[in-house]
């Protein structure tokens, strides 16, 4: 599933091309992917004529800034990629792959086409004066953004305090910290010394600083590398990201360790993969 280095850079990748492009229409090829309103019609409707004048990222979701031809709010466009979503920047005459799921057409012969193998993602259009979290309620239980002010060690120290998860686990969880999926958690505990099994409350203070400081480490570096790559995440151009080439130790399991040489090891972690290496992670 794209993290948020992953979602970041498509952000910073629409932010850069899409600005001043008016919405001309577009085609919905899977119903489904239309999450609001409740038929692509209407998706259409709303979103018909406005123009897209920014771009925001809010833990794993995107939010596309509409103005209409007057100037006034025209609301949001919502993405959220899920586990296999692609937002791409074409030429409408690019062949149509066979798990496109939604076509928009913007002035100056351009194309944002969304495309999705596994059809877990969706769009929302959030009308004009409505606020985003009323629509898209899954942005109103996540935590704060790791680099914002609200991210900090007293706060992590807080919440880790009370829980009795292990730490692998407490990172995945939204309402903690907003965009950390399975790779960036595996990467922070790395660098911090932490085997994922650790439980959350036996974190000690230099531990938790070196996590606080190793999260945002690993994201930047990856916003950096154009995020992670394993499978099915491209940025808007289909362009693969670097990241995954120097990953510490997600998906290297039995690879030598790149500090110490000790083989990497992998396990299960309420179902999901969970790597580390035995001798730097104690």
Request: hydrophobic fraction near 35%.
């Amino acid at each position: 599933m794209p993290e948020l280095p992953e979602v970041e850079t498509v952000r910073r990748g629409l932010e850069r091309v899409t600005p001043g492009h008016r919405l001309e229409g577009g085609q919905v090829l899977l119903a489904r992917a239309i999450a609001y309103p409740d038929n692509e019609a209407a998706f259409l409707a709303g979103i018909t004529g406005s123009s897209l004048s920014a771009w925001h990222r809010r833990g794993k979701y995107l939010l596309g800034q509409l103005t209409q031809s007057d100037g006034s709010p025209g609301g949001y466009l919502g993405v959220h990629l899920r586990m296999t979503g692609q937002l791409l920047w074409l030429d409408p005459k690019t062949p149509v792959q066979p798990h496109c799921r939604v076509r928009l057409w913007l002035s100056d012969n351009h194309e944002l086409r969304y495309v999705d193998q596994r059809t877990f993602g969706r769009l929302w259009w959030v009308p004009p004066g409505v606020a985003p979290t009323s629509i898209m309620t899954g942005l109103q239980t996540l935590g704060p953004e790791p680099f914002d002010e609200g991210f900090s060690l007293d706060y992590l120290r807080q919440r880790l305090s009370r829980s009795r998860r292990p730490i692998k686990n407490a990172l995945l969880d939204q309402r903690l910290v907003a965009g950390i999926g399975n790779i960036y958690a595996d990467e922070a505990l790395f660098l911090s010394g932490l085997r994922p099994l650790t439980l959350s409350d036996r974190v000690g203070s230099k531990q938790l600083q070196r996590l606080h400081s190793a999260i945002r480490e690993v994201l930047i570096t990856s916003i950096e590398s154009g995020g992670t790559t394993f499978s099915d995440y491209r940025d808007i151009y289909g362009i693969n990201g670097n990241y995954g080439g120097v990953a510490w130790v997600y998906d290297r399991e039995g690879q030598p360790c790149r500090r110490c040489d000790t083989p990497i090891c992998r396990l299960k972690l309420a179902g999901r993969s969970a790597h580390y290496c035995p001798q730097c992670q104690c």
